[in-house]
């Protein structure tokens, strides 16, 4: 039978050279392995890491060297870090922090990701949870002692801070999603006003054709990049006029459909003959707009700006003005990254707020402290889902069968 013999005794967390082969000779690499004793492992159980070559056959090899033995078998999707949780090295709210990480494509996801993972949120909702489940306490201790204990007015102070920090939670949360994937940036504007040039001297390449005819671009043209740190999917498109037809019609219909759907509208307008009438209803379409007033080069005097819209003066022909504008976009998606991002989290974190909206309406209404008591425990068990406490199986399913093969 195959074996993995290593060159020396395994110390705990101590990486060792091995090989991994026939004992007869035959090997097929060469391997590092470490032994990571429970329960100061990833999982908390003893488990022993092995690195080969990143070769795929070689990989099947060694695999199959230890399938062989009958001792072992493949591991689930996320099982690795569905054991951890289970084993207490990690809440919940973690574990999928490790599945974002792993799934992010953006470095801004990247980040938020990894502050999940910190533990900052678990911290967060902890505190919550336990200041609720405080409250509970104290009011079904009342009835046991029949003594006079706190009323409608006490429970709404001391609900109402908590409600305010799930407020504070969820704000940008419907931003956040987007953020982990990437802004998705459209730069849009009439025919010829100089979109490719602005994109290709946006993204330092000539990646999209310049031509002085009208209609150059018809199909939409996709580059990432990231500035000072936030992730943008700029798109180049066709010109928007409202005579075309033909193919150029089409290129245009793609346009409008770019600009309802993106993050970021960056609008270019030839500085000479700034927004048209028509246009403004373009602008409004996207939920951020920033007009890029180009060929500033060939402009005597100022540009006019458009009220109610950030607006940089760039030309796209001399770089003039494109850190700047690069800047501006930045800077209009780089404050605190919101640090619930993920789609369970907001479900959860709402959930919590109608409970905590539904006691303070029955202190409004003079009911007693019991019924209060009902939804703040409620509440408090929407956040303790969110840790992973008291779960069901089938939300451990849904979580980990996500994740990727070996995590
Ligand atoms: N002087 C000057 N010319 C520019 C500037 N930006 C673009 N141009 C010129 O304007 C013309 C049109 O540029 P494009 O980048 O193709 O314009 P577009 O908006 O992508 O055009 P369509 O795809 O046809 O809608 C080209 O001849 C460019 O060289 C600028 O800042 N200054
Ligand atoms: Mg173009």
Same mark, same amino acid.
Request: proline content about 4%; aromatic content about 4%; hydrophobic content about 40%.
């Given at each position: ?11 705990? #967390? ?30 908390? &159980? ?17 695999? %199959? ?7 072992? !078998? ?48 678990? #911290? ?14 104290? =009011? ?16 709404? &102070? ?30 849009? /504007?009439?025919?010829?006003? %100089? ?16 031509? #002085? &005819? ?9 580059? #990432? ?27 245009? &219909? ?25 246009? !403004? ?9 920033? =007009? ?15 009220? /109610? ?36 989290? =907001? ?40 840790? %992973? ?19």
């Amino acid at each position: 039978m195959g074996r993995i013999t290593p060159h020396a005794r395994l110390e705990p #967390h101590v990486q060792v050279p091995a090989l991994a082969g026939e004992p007869s000779g035959s090997f097929i690499d060469q391997v590092m392995v470490v032994f990571h004793p429970g329960p100061r492992s990833y999982t908390g &159980e003893d488990l022993v890491e092995i690195s080969c070559h990143g070769n795929p056959l070689v990989v099947d090899g060694i695999l %199959g060297l230890i399938g062989a033995t009958g001792l072992a !078998r493949l591991a689930h999707r996320g099982e690795f870090t569905r054991r951890a949780f289970l084993n207490r090295k990690m809440d919940l709210l973690q574990a999928e922090a490790v599945g974002a990480l792993i799934g992010s494509t953006s470095a801004t996801g990247c980040d938020m990701a990894r502050s999940l993972l910190k533990g900052e949120l678990s #911290h967060r909702v902890g505190v919550l949870r336990d200041a609720l489940a405080g409250i509970t306490a104290e =009011i079904e201790s009342t009835f046991i002692t029949e003594e006079e204990g706190v009323d409608a007015l006490d429970i709404r &102070e001391r609900i109402l801070p908590v409600k305010t920090a799930i407020d504070s939670l969820l704000e940008g949360a419907q931003e956040s999603a987007r953020l982990y994937a990437g802004i998705s940036t459209t730069i849009a /504007g009439a025919p010829n006003v %100089g979109k490719s040039s602005l994109f290709n001297a946006i993204i330092g390449s000539d990646r999209a054709i310049v031509h #002085h &005819e009208e209609g150059t671009t018809r199909d939409v043209i996709r580059e #990432h990049l990231i500035i000072e740190g936030v992730d943008f999917i700029f798109h180049d498109t066709a010109g928007i006029r409202e005579t075309a037809s033909g193919p150029e019609q089409m290129g245009i &219909e793609k346009t409008m459909e770019a600009l309802a759907s993106c993050d970021l509208l960056i609008y270019v307008v030839d500085a000479r003959r700034g927004v048209a009438p028509f246009e !403004r209803r373009w602008l409004s379409q996207a939920r951020r707009t920033i =007009i890029a007033m180009n060929k500033i080069d060939l402009l005597e005097g100022e540009p006019v700006c458009e009220s /109610g819209y950030e607006t940089v003066p760039v030309s796209a022909r001399l770089g003039t003005g494109v850190r700047d504008l690069m800047t501006a976009m930045a800077r209009a998606f780089s404050q605190d990254r919101p640090r619930v991002f993920l789609d369970r989290h =907001i479900l959860l974190l709402r959930k919590a707020r109608r409970s905590l909206d539904s006691c303070l309406a029955a202190a409004r209404e003079g009911l007693t402290p019991d019924v209060m008591a009902m939804d703040i425990r409620q509440a408090a068990q929407e956040l303790s889902l969110m840790t %992973g406490e008291n779960l069901e199986g089938d939300i451990l399913e849904q979580v980990f069968s996500r994740f990727c093969v070996g995590k």
